[in-house]
């Protein structure tokens, strides 16, 4: 309250006690407080909106502070700053816009003043002039103000038709796969708001025509590229979001099987890279290329083959010895073993049969289960892979699952045809 009124009756010390104000408001209770002191926002507006520019950066770095409380109270207490904060975006200091677009950031988060106030007031336009600015901290507080917008719940219905209406999916794309040089920051959180966007699935075929999936593509080869070259800080964090927006536009029906002919292999190998350098610090990258890979190889017969090479095989193998990527290799396998004999002869040749059976052993049953998806498609498909298994005692394996209620009915028929095939069905 003292601090508001030295603000208020202009003394010398009007800066200090902002820069004082500010360091208070950090504090929760303090927002609280402050936002019910009679004409507590309106001074601190008017200074913010004034034209002394010291004591509107620290009105600015107050309204910060407050913009980053939960109270809805705080919250709306600030919306009368909105439009100013907008309005300060197309201006000149650089400063002052990266402060006034993490303000929005913050105040974005609730949906309320999104509706009654920002969507109204222009921000989607506004957002869409900024992200062409050359200054690389007013690109990142964009992408992070388009990151909180684009996850809310209301998002598909409120703000990314709007969006995609607009050129910010192009510039998104585009500062995604363009900006490395200067630090992947800006690009990490486009690439979130391009997911976002993705799986909102409002229009999807227009990201498609945007030729998303090329592009991202060939930012995910260049990415594998530079790191067999030198260390890139985070790169990871930019790849898990650009590995799960290629991921979900494949699952489009729109993107054409031809699409990717020219860089599927290379992308493959890429995605190998990528795990075989994160396995064992960031488990997650390689989850996610597998997923990937996985979509890749279920519809796509030229990708299983490619995958069948022997500079990749081995090591999609090994990673059957993670617990937590053991169930989706095996789906992988499951995909490469529906696509028929010639497949399923090569899985044999290349010895699948022995690092399947010790999965047998495992105490997961959904693991289990989908191990003896692959072995049953294998079996019906190239027949001699049977014999080989019962000569490798893949029966006594399978036996030890015959009383789990789960797993019974597949054991079952998997011993019979096993048995049948192999002409000890008899014996
Ligand atoms: C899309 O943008 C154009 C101009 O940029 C505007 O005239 C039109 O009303 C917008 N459509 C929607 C659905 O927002
Ligand atoms: C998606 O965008 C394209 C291109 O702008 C447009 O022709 C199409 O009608 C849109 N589809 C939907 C479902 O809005
Ligand atoms: C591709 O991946 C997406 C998301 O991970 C998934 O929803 C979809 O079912 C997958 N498609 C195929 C063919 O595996």
């Known amino acids: 309250s003292q601090l508001l009124k030295n603000i208020q009756r202009g003394k010398e010390d009007r800066a200090a006690s902002l820069r004082l104000l500010r360091q208070g408001l950090q504090h929760r209770e303090n927002q609280q407080k402050f936002i019910r002191l009679e004409g507590s ?7 913010f909106t004034g034209n002394l520019a010291d004591l509107q950066m620290d009105a600015a770095r107050c309204l910060h502070e407050l913009s980053h409380s939960s109270d809805p109270d705080v919250v709306e207490a600030c919306l009368p700053a909105t439009s100013y904060l907008l309005t300060y975006l197309s201006g000149h200091s650089v400063a002052l816009m990266e402060l006034c677009l993490y303000t929005l950031g913050n105040l974005v988060v609730e949906m309320t003043a999104v509706k009654k106030q920002l969507l109204p007031q222009g921000i989607i336009p506004v957002l869409a002039s900024c992200i062409q600015s050359p200054h690389v901290v007013v690109r990142e507080g964009v992408g992070y103000v388009l990151s909180q917008l684009l996850q809310s719940k209301e998002a598909p219905a409120e703000i990314i038709p709007l969006v995609l209406n607009s050129t910010l999916p192009k510039d998104m794309l585009h500062l995604v796969c363009s900006n490395l040089e200067e630090g992947i920051g800006a690009a990490v959180e486009f690439a979130w708001g391009l997911h976002y966007i993705i799986c909102s699935r409002v229009n999807n075929s227009l990201l498609i025509s945007q030729r998303t999936v090329p592009s991202l593509v060939q930012l995910l080869l260049e990415l594998a590229s530079v790191m067999s070259t030198t260390s890139v800080e985070g790169v990871e964090l930019l790849i898990c979001p650009v590995v799960r927006c290629v991921a979900n536009l494949l699952a489009e029906d729109e993107v054409g099987d031809g699409e990717l002919v020219e860089q599927e292999e290379r992308l493959l190998r890429a995605l190998f890279e990528f795990i075989q350098y994160f396995v064992s610090e960031h488990l997650f990258i390689a989850q996610e290329c597998l997923w990937l890979i996985n979509n890749l190889t279920a519809d796509s017969i030229r990708s299983c083959s490619a995958l069948l090479n022997p500079d990749l095989f081995p090591s999609l193998l090994k990673l059957l010895s993670y617990e937590r990527l053991s169930l989706l290799v095996l789906t992988v396998l499951c995909n490469i073993a529906a ?66 209620l789960q797993l019974q009915e597949q054991v079952k028929v998997l011993i019979w ?7 000890t069905i008899l014996a």
Not at 42 to 47: E, H, K, N, Q
Not at 389 to 399: I, Y
Not at 417 to 423: D, V, Y
């Open 41 to 47: 926002m309106r001074v601190l507006i008017g200074l």
């Open 339 to 404: 696509k028929g004999s010639a497949c399923c002869q090569a899985l044999h040749q290349k010895a699948v049969l022995f690092p399947l059976i010790s999965i047998l052993a495992l105490p997961d049953d959904q693991v289990v289960a989908q191990d003896l998806e692959v072995l049953h498609l294998l079996f019906h498909h190239w027949p001699e892979a049977a014999a080989d298994f019962v000569g490798q005692s893949g029966l006594q394996a399978l036996e030890q699952h015959q009383d789990k």
């Open 417 to 423: 045809t096993a048995k049948e095939l192999t002409g």
